[in-house]
């Protein structure tokens, strides 16, 4: 007997031996899961995947709660995210609320004998012939309990000695996981204040290096057509209105957006700006409003969005017409009721916000598509501004050149100027790209200068490397070499025919026959036939080729007049002719 004895000693000893050095591996292994660079939802099911292999289980969970008791994050062993969660709101309520109140680990040998498991609606009678036993630990962190940790076992009558191991084992894992749970939540505390100290050392900065004066010091230009929009703006700012700013690219959207802020009475405010275009829907609606705690997947904290945190101040939105038509409706609410809810959250937020929009599309040939909600149109164009293009205000290009030439010397400590030649070369160029592209165009120059002074020779398009340029033969070829293509036929009105220099420019229409519709044919003032053009077939064919041209260059006379291969001053003969009323943005 007492060989026997020391032999079950032995065995018991090895037992304990073996069970504690996969009990070191496993913490080992645990660890490494926690400690990679991963969102928080993977690495907890990393660890359950682990916990399933070292221990001899059913099925286990780990759950985490928020301040309020409810369920954020729930992860099985090879369950999907919502399987779990749903097991484990079938978890009787009185055995979680025992770990999760007492903070202590609740220890059941036998579920189907247990009273905290009487009801429990998965127990059946193959649970009293397969005995199953559950453990459970608190996972702790912030002075409470903020999750657990939970198994079941089919070995019910397993010995106390090995339940006491496996509670040991899932304390330390418990442990682990508190740790890392806090220690996300402190990093997405600390981005969130570094994200608002962020804003208001910009907005510091911008207080003290910057002087107002009766010229918006930021926005260079001394045309007429610049210092309307500046007048305009200036204007404007006072009062509360949504402002939509609409031009092409690389007009400076942004820099009158600001200007809008700066010179309202919300200037103290915050100033949140947000480019639509470069986000996914699901990305905007959270950037936008904001995510409780557990929304989805990644959101490990409350979050948030740009209404609220520009609340008082002005919310920029630039590219506005790239949103979709389902987050449209969603947008058009909070601006119709001052109000919204977080995603995945359901306390409604009231915020006060000044929405400045900007977009270089045609949001109204958008809306008459039905690509855009005519009522959030209408919501956020109270005050349309247009910006010009630079080829309208040729005048401001040396201003912006020189401009954008020291703001190079100074960054790269040279002192280079532009001669007179190279200043009338950007003069002449329309720069589809704007301003944008013409400080591109200054920057690339400087750098590849050879000498102090910037001539005609350093410029990219004098030896056919100007992408601008490249771009637009490419169009005017494709244009003439198109097959069936006819030039937009203009009716000249009588008083232009008695002009010398304009004797070439009318064109005949290329629809009319040999004999009728010469060029004396609408010399006669009370003509209906204009210059002889055909049937009203053809004339509907001239009217659609000019309203798409028009709406293809955003309703700027010149630009279409380019597209179609005609003078600007044809251009309106043409609009004229056709009784099309011209769009202003």
């Not at 600001?258 to 905007?284: D, F, G, W």
């Not at 609220?308 to 920029?316: I, K």
């Not at 909070?334 to 995603?343: A, D, H």
């Not at 790269?412 to 160029?429: E, M, N, P, Q, T």
Request: charged share 25%; aromatic share 6%.
């Amino acid at each position: 007997m007492s060989n026997q004895h020391e032999i079950s000693t032995l065995q018991q000893a090895m037992q304990s031996s073996s069970r504690a050095n996969s009990a070191l591996v496993g913490i080992y292994e645990i660890s490494k899961v926690l400690t990679r660079p991963a969102r928080l939802e993977m690495a907890l099911s990393g660890v359950i995947n682990l916990l399933a292999s070292f221990l001899d289980m059913n099925n286990g969970l780990i759950a985490l709660l928020d301040e309020e008791g409810r369920t954020t994050t729930v992860v099985g062993a090879g369950w999907s995210e919502a399987t779990a969660r749903d097991h484990f709101e079938r978890l009787p309520e009185q055995a979680v609320g025992q770990i999760v109140v007492s903070g202590m680990p609740l220890v059941v040998r036998n579920i189907a004998e247990s009273p905290l498991f009487t009801d429990w609606s998965e127990l059946s009678e193959d649970a009293f012939l397969t005995p199953r036993s559950f453990v459970g630990v608190p996972i702790k962190g912030e002075n409470r309990t903020i999750g657990t940790i939970m198994i079941e076992r089919l070995d019910g009558h397993s010995s106390p000695h090995t339940l006491d191991e496996d509670v040991r084992f899932l304390t330390m894992v418990a442990q682990l996981v508190g740790q890392t749970v806090a220690l996300q939540a402190v990093v997405a505390r600390d981005r969130e204040r570094l994200m608002s100290e962020s804003y208001r050392l910009e907005k510091e900065l911008e207080r003290h290096s910057e002087v107002k004066r009766d010229a918006i010091e930021w926005i260079i230009g001394e045309s007429s057509a610049i210092r309307e929009v500046v007048d305009k703006i200036q204007q404007v700012a006072r009062c509360n209105l949504p402002v939509l700013l609409c031009g092409e690219s690389g007009t400076g959207k942004e820099l009158f957006a600001r200007a809008i802020h700066e010179y309202s009475p919300r200037s103290q405010k915050p100033y949140i700006r947000l480019n639509c275009a470069a986000l996914s829907e699901t990305v905007l609606e959270s950037e936008l409003f904001g995510h409780e705690r557990g929304a989805f997947t990644g959101a490990v904290g409350l979050r948030k969005g740009r209404f609220e945190l520009s609340d008082g101040g002005t919310l920029f939105l630039d590219e506005i017409g790239e949103i979709s038509g389902a987050f449209q409706a969603k947008l058009l609410r909070v601006l119709q009721e001052g109000e919204f809810e977080r995603v995945g959250g359901s306390r409604t937020i009231k915020v006060d916000v000044r929405l400045v929009a900007a977009t270089n599309r045609n949001l109204e040939a958008a809306v008459m598509a039905g690509q855009f909600r005519s009522d959030l149109y209408y919501r956020i164009s109270v005050v349309p501004v247009f910006l010009p293009p630079l080829r309208e205000r040729r005048e401001d290009v040396d201003l912006l050149a020189k401009e954008f030439l020291r703001r190079f010397n100074d960054e790269h400590g040279v002192s280079l100027s532009l001669s007179k030649r190279a200043i009338d070369v950007l003069r002449a160029c329309d720069f589809p790209g704007n301003v944008r592209e013409l400080e591109s165009c200054v920057r690339r120059t400087a750098a590849l200068a050879k000498g102090s002074v910037i001539v005609v020779e350093d410029f990219a398009c004098t030896n056919e490397s100007c992408l601008s340029l490249v771009m637009g033969r490419s169009r005017s070829m494709a244009q003439t070499q198109q097959a069936g293509y006819v030039p937009l036929p203009v009716a000249v009105p009588p008083r232009e025919r008695s002009w010398p220099q304009r004797k070439a420019e009318p064109l005949v229409d290329a629809n009319a026959g040999s004999g009728a519709g010469s060029s004396h044919a609408g010399n006669d003032p009370g003509s209906n036939t204009g210059s002889g053009l055909g049937s009203h077939k053809a004339d509907a064919a001239e009217r659609q080729r000019l309203v798409e041209a028009m709406d293809r260059s955003g309703w700027v006379q010149a630009k279409a007049a380019r597209i179609l291969g005609l003078t600007p001053r044809q251009m309106g003969y043409a609009l004229r002719k056709h009784n099309i009323e011209i769009k202003h943005f």
